[in-house]
DNA sequence: TCTGGGGTCCTAGGACCC
DNA sequence: TCTGGGGTCCTAGGACCC
C-alpha cells in the first residue's frame, strides 16, 4: 500500500503558519512579480477565485478588506517543507518526494489495521511542530493514493486521513470522482473523454484497455490501470536531473544588454550552484529570452540558442562564460525582453568526467582553480543569497528586480544571513 | 499599467545507417 | 501503371504534473 501525504494549501498554509491572523480569511499567494494566483486558502476558492487569475483583476478585492494577497516567498516555503518531510519520513518508509508540498511512502512493515492510528498520529504532529496542515491518502496504487488524498482533504470527518482498501470503497470513490481531477487526465485529456459520454473516473476504468489506448495512447492504460488498483507507475530512485532551467520574468521590460546579461550571468549562476549539490556537470548551457506575448502593439522575438563545451563541467566561471556566449549570439537592439532563462543540459554525474583527450597541463590547472573557486563559494553562499559572486552578475538578494509588494519575512532563514555577515 | 516557474515523459518525423 | 526495407538515434513539440 501506498500512502500519499500532500499539504492543504500549501504556500497559503506557510504564511499562516506565522501569521495566526490570516487563519479563516480568504487569502492568496501569488506568484513572482505579483503576475497572478498560485496558491488559494478554501476560502478564496468559495469565493470562486480561479488558479492563474491575473492579480490586477483581484486588486480591487484586496483593497476593501474581502482578500488578503501575499507574495510568494519561496525560501520559506522550502524550508517549510523540509522540516514538514523530515517528519513525515522519519516514521514512515519508503519516502518518494514528489514535489514541494507532497511525498508518496510505502507502508511496508505497519499492520493494516494500525494505518490509520499510524497516519492519523503523524498529521496531528506535522501540525503541531510546523503549523501545516496535512493531508494522507492511503491506497494500493499512486494514483488511487490521490484519489484518496481528495477525500481526506474535502471531508473533515476523515480527519486527515483517508484509506482505499477494497474493492467496494474503490468503486464508491470512482463514482464520486470527477474525470478531470484524476491525476493524469489533463484539461486537453477530460473534455474528449467527457464528449465520449466519460463522465467520473468510474466511467474510465469501465471503458476496455482498447479504447483508452486507442485515444490516450500508453499515458493513458497507465492511469487506467492504476485506477483498477493494478501499480503501473514505477517507484523511482532519486536520479540526477536531466536539465535544470533557471528564469524569471522582470518586474519591468529590459531593453539594455548590458542589464540582461547581469540577470542571465545570475540565472547561470544559480544553475551551476544547482548542478553542484547534486554532484552533477553539464556539457550544454541554453540561453532563452522573451519578450512580452500580452504587449500586442510591441514587436515579438522569441529567441533560443545553445553552446557546447568540449567536456561536462560545473564552475560557476564556465556556465556563466557559455551563457554570455549564447546570449550574444541571440541578443538583438530594438526590443523589450520581459522574460529570460538559462537551461543546463546534457548533465552527467562529476565523477565520470572524460578530460579532453588534446587538453594541456595549463588548461588543467585553470578548471582546478575554477573549481575550488566554486566549491569554496558553496561554502559561503546560502540559498536564495549571493554574498560571493562574479563580477558579472548582481550583489544582492536573489529575489531583487522582482515585484514582491505583499512580501512576508523569512522568518525561518534569516538568521543563517545575520550569522554569515557577521 | 498588470498574466509564474521548473520539471518529466511520450511521440512523430527527420537524418542517417546498411 | 511506377519510387526497397528495416533499423537506430536525435530533436522538437505536445501533454502532463506541481
Redesign the pocket.
Known sequence: MYALA?CNN?FVSCERAFQPQLEGRPVVVL???D??V?ARSNESKAMGIK??T???QL?SLVESGKLVACSSNYTLYGDLSNRVMSILSGVLPGYQK?????AFFTLDGIKPSDYRAVCGELVRRVRRCTGIPVSIGIAPTKTLG?VANHFAKKYPGYRGVCIIDSDEKREKALALTPIDD?????????PKLMAAGVQTALDFVRRPEAWVRGRM???GVRTWKELQGTPAIAD?LP?P?????????FAD?ITDKAELRLRVSDFAG?CAQ?LRSEGSAASAVGVFAHT?P??KDLPQYYPWEMVRLDTPRNSTQEIVKAALKALDKIYREGYAY??A?V?IDDIVSAGEIQGQLFETEDERERQRRQDEISAIMDKVNKPGSNLLRLATQRPGHYADG?RREHCSPQFTTDWEDLLIVK
Open positions: 500532500d500549501f506568484s513572482n512579480n503576475g497572478c498560485v488558479m492563474g491575473p492579480f490586477f486588486k514528489y514535489s514541494i508540498d507532497e490521490k484524476v491525476w493524469g487526465i489533463g484539461w486537453r485529456g477530460a495512447g500508453v499515458t523511482e536520479a536531473r536531466k536539465s535544470i532551467c533557471t528564469s524569471r520574468s521590460m544559480i544547482k512580452n500580452f504587449r520581459k522574460r532563462g537551461i522582482i
